[in-house]
């Protein structure tokens, strides 16, 4: 079975910089596509972007181009989602989860237990 | 970018039928998905490609497609079964990702 492990809660100020990960196993993770999801208080579902670790292709959201990176370290089976100077709008919850997709479906299929990020002004 | 648009709130009894739509241009285009999350989880798949289950998915979760709309079904619903309901697609081209807007099921 899938297994994500996310890193544990995140408090910051705004300014600051953050990378959070994800460890996948369970599964051959150069191989598949795996992607973040924001979840802001009380709101919904964001699809944030995608990350092929075998390669390192990388695909944003518009809505996150250039505002946060992701990343991923193959000898670690590990993604990662950074961000170089916080803001208190980033506070949220933030999932991986693998994106199974080919030229006809894309979703998420197994999810890591989030990671709760909350920035202070 | 692109839209999915579901109700924000479905009440349903326990033992009757809840019926959640989602509404997108690209839908008749494309596959949807669907994942509930319980308070205080992570989402889980509940239905891929318009009306397919995940093993482990109980059968009175099913999925169905008509034009921009597509529709997550609840049979028999149970206690168990309140929880945020979000379906997910791409536009036209694929090039946007998205969830729906989420809809809130409260077993009455």
């Known amino acids: 079975e899938v297994q994500l492990v996310q890193s544990g809660a995140e408090v910051k100020k705004a300014g600051e910089s953050l990378k959070i990960s994800c460890k996948g196993s369970?599964?051959?993770?150069?191989?598949?596509?795996i992607g973040w999801v924001r979840q802001m208080p009380g709101k919904g579902l964001e699809w944030m972007g995608i990350?092929?670790?075998?390669?390192?292709?990388?695909r944003y959201s518009p809505s996150f181009q250039g505002q946060v990176t992701i990343s991923a370290d193959k000898s670690l089976n590990t993604a990662y989602l950074q961000w170089s100077s916080l803001q208190a709008s980033d506070t949220a919850i933030y999932y991986c989860?693998?994106?199974?997709?080919?030229?006809?479906?894309?979703?998420?299929?197994?999810w890591g237990q989030g990671t709760l990020v909350t920035v202070s002004s | 970018s692109y839209e999915l648009t579901q109700p924000p709130s479905v009440s349903v009894s326990p033992g009757q039928t809840a019926r959640i739509t989602c509404s997108g241009d690209?839908?008749?285009?494309?596959?949807a998905y669907w994942y509930q999350q319980r308070p205080g989880q992570a989402p889980v798949l509940v239905i891929y490609?318009?009306?397919q289950r995940p093993s482990g998915i109980p059968e009175r979760f099913s999925g169905s497609t008509s034009g921009t709309t597509v529709t997550l079904t609840i049979s028999g619903v149970q206690a168990e079964d309140e929880a945020d309901y979000y379906c997910?697609?791409?536009?036209?081209?694929?090039?946007?990702?998205?969830f729906g807007t989420g809809t809130k099921v409260t077993v009455l």
């Open positions: 490609k318009d009306n």
């Open positions: 690209a839908l008749p285009r494309q596959y």
């Open positions: 990350i092929y670790p075998g390669d390192s292709d990388t």
């Open positions: 369970e599964y051959s993770f150069t191989n598949y596509w």
């Open positions: 989860a693998t994106w199974y997709s080919s030229t006809f479906y894309a979703y998420f299929d197994s």
């Open positions: 997910q697609s791409a536009d036209s081209s694929s090039t946007y990702y998205v």
